[in-house]
């Protein structure tokens, strides 16, 4: 038991390292001199400091797998937007309680190591593959449209992304209220439903034979009014 919590103790004093000064400029001797240990004890628990970044990756995507669970459908259920929006919670609260894992995830530079360039890249396709099978599954449900779930799995991680850097930066603790808009666009969107039906009417048209004369014109009228400003 002394061995694993030294071992945790090793690894929280890196991260700390790791998210100040960045991967490539941490060398051993910052770990062991903030860790307060000697060079001989560090490599009982891991043999460089790769080895330490690995074992902070592979702790980051199990907390993250562990916090998203799958929805449930039943009588005895939550609905599943109250489902997911409890998975947001539980993610956006590790973020925020764990903030220099999210600075090193971030700010990672590449170029100088390939090795450690491919586990950031890996990292993040497992995390895309996890919100692909969530579609997929969502899909089978019958809760989410069909879609090009990679597609869609990447523009999602591009937002949490962004997000998760934006509540590094800014220091932002309103989770509840966070959630919440990423719930409300991930549902919703930003269209209002005025331009979804015209979008729906375009497509309904470029599938459709061409159509003349009164009306055909009348049809393209009906599209256009959609945007005209109201005036009561």
Do not use: W
Not at 189 to 197: C, F, I, T
């Amino acid at each position: 038991m002394e061995r694993q919590a030294r071992r945790e103790q090793v690894l929280h004093h890196a991260k700390h390292i790791f998210a100040r000064k960045g991967y490539h400029r941490t060398n051993i001797a910052d770990i062991i001199a903030r860790a307060r240990i000697a060079r001989g004890t560090f490599y009982l628990y891991f043999q460089n400091k790769r080895d330490i970044f690995e074992e902070l990756l592979a702790q980051t995507l199990g907390e993250l797998r562990s916090r998203i669970q799958r929805l449930r459908i039943g009588s005895d259920q939550p609905n599943p937007a109250e489902q997911l929006r409890a998975n947001l919670r539980r993610v956006l609260d590790f973020v925020l309680d764990e903030r220099e894992l999210t600075d090193i995830l971030l700010n990672h530079s590449t170029g100088f190591d390939r090795e450690i360039d491919e586990q950031i890249v890996d990292f993040y396709e497992r995390v895309t593959d996890q919100i692909q099978r969530s579609l997929d599954l969502g899909i089978e449900m019958n809760l989410v449209r069909r879609c090009d779930t990679r597609a869609v799995a990447y523009c999602i991680l591009g937002g949490i992304k962004e997000i998760v850097g934006q509540l590094s930066r800014n220091r932002r603790d309103d989770v509840a209220v966070l959630a919440e808009e990423i719930l409300d666009f991930g549902l919703r969107g930003v269209a209002r439903p005025e331009l979804l039906e015209s979008v729906k009417m375009e497509r309904e048209q470029s599938s459709a034979p061409v159509s003349h004369g009164v009306a055909g014109a009348e049809q393209a009228a009906g599209a256009s009014f959609i945007f005209r400003p109201k005036l009561d």
